[in-house]
């Protein structure tokens, strides 16, 4: 099995910055892709940021510019670094991460991280 587990959430003021982080482990040879969705309340789980394993990156235009997705030196590691936070970046945010497993490719999730951007 795999898990997925998040830090870094918190409460943070309008402009400020935080740092979520992901670490997976469990039984896996490679990562095809890792990265961040979030879930405000009363709205779908939408993505945020994702990287895959050749280096590439794909951002919600919401927060382009403003979050980055790195993978680390870790390749079972995945941080999004937020900054300039707004309040309608309040949501719980989840770390996915997609594991091929002989022909087929299998979705795992995080059980999530609150972040809440006052105003």
């Known amino acids: 099995q795999v898990q997925l587990v998040e830090s870094g959430g918190g409460l943070v003021q309008a402009g400020g910055s935080l740092r979520l982080s992901c670490a997976a482990s469990?039984?896996?040879?490679?990562?095809?892709?890792m990265g961040w969705y979030r879930q405000a309340p009363g709205k779908l789980r939408e993505l945020v940021a994702a990287?895959?394993?050749?280096?590439?990156?794909n951002y919600a235009d919401s927060v382009k510019g403003r979050f980055t997705i790195s993978r680390g030196n870790a390749k079972n590691m995945v941080d999004l670094q937020m900054n300039s936070l707004k309040p309608e970046d309040t949501a719980v945010y989840f770390c996915?991460?997609?594991?091929?497993?002989?022909?087929?490719?299998?979705?795992?999730w995080g059980p999530g991280t609150q972040v809440t951007v006052s105003s």
């Open positions: 996915n991460a997609k594991i091929p497993r002989g022909l087929y490719e299998y979705e795992y």
């Open positions: 469990g039984s896996f040879l490679s990562i095809i892709a």
């Open positions: 990287t895959t394993s050749g280096g590439s990156t």
